[in-house]
């Protein structure tokens, strides 16, 4: 069965950096696109980005283009998203979910990466 | 690109059907086939209810349909249970590798 694990739990103070990650295992990894999803505290799902991991390309939505950087390792199965400098509005939870390329619909979804930025 | 619009609430009693409906644009919505929609229990990771519009994945209930008009996309749920009380997000292709979802449904059952 396939699965999506994401990273812990993350309490961080404004302007510090982060990476999440979402390891996946199950069959061919490089045959997949791994998408990012915001839910902020009480609100609705948002679309971040998405990476191939054939090749690594990201692609962001224009809300999040600059914002966030979304990566793969193929190496070790996972995908990332990263933040430089993170601020108050960062805190949200975070989903990691897999589409099959060529496929327009995401099927796992990770269980979600809680990030709190506090100071 | 802005939020597909979405009913903020639907409800029903056990048994009856309600359907959903996910407003877009030639854009997004009518210009692709490629809506899915997503079930959200409180405190969980969103489920893959349909897609490419109206495709079942196996195991998910057949009381779950979907279909398309112009750039309205709709879930109806037959048969309505206790547990189908959630949060229902629709999806859409938009350009270029990007998506987008809808503002979010949460359904009562009364």
């Known amino acids: 069965e396939v699965q999506l694990v994401q990273s812990g739990a993350e309490v961080k103070k404004p302007g510090e950096s982060l990476k999440i990650s979402c390891k996946s295992s199950g069959d061919s990894f490089s045959n997949y696109w791994f998408g990012w999803v915001r839910q902020m505290p009480g609100k609705g799902l948002e679309w971040m980005g998405i990476v191939y991991a054939g090749d690594s390309t990201p692609v962001y939505s224009p809300s999040f283009q600059g914002q966030v950087t979304i990566s793969v390792d193929k190496s070790i199965t996972s995908a990332y998203v990263q933040w430089s400098s993170l601020k108050a509005s960062d805190t949200a939870m975070y989903y990691c979910?897999?589409?099959?390329?060529?496929?327009?619909?995401?099927?796992?979804w990770g269980q979600g990466t809680l990030v709190t930025v506090s100071s | 690109q802005s939020a597909l619009t979405q009913p903020a609430s639907v409800s029903g009693s056990p048994g009856q059907s309600i359907t959903i409906s996910c407003i877009g644009t030639s854009s997004d919505v009518g210009g692709y086939n490629s809506v899915s929609w997503y079930q959200q229990h409180p405190g969980k990771a969103p489920k893959l209810l349909i897609h490419?519009?109206?495709n079942r994945p196996s195991g998910v209930s057949n009381r779950f349909s979907g279909s398309k008009s112009g750039n309205t996309a709709s879930l109806t749920i037959s048969g309505l249970q206790a547990d189908d009380e959630a949060d229902y997000y629709c999806?859409?292709?938009?350009?270029?590798?990007?998506?987008?979802f809808g503002t979010g449904t949460k359904v009562t059952v009364l």
């Open positions: 999806n859409s292709y938009v350009t270029g590798n990007i998506y987008v």
């Open positions: 490419d519009v109206s």
């Open positions: 979910a897999r589409a099959k390329h060529g496929d327009s619909w995401f099927d796992p």
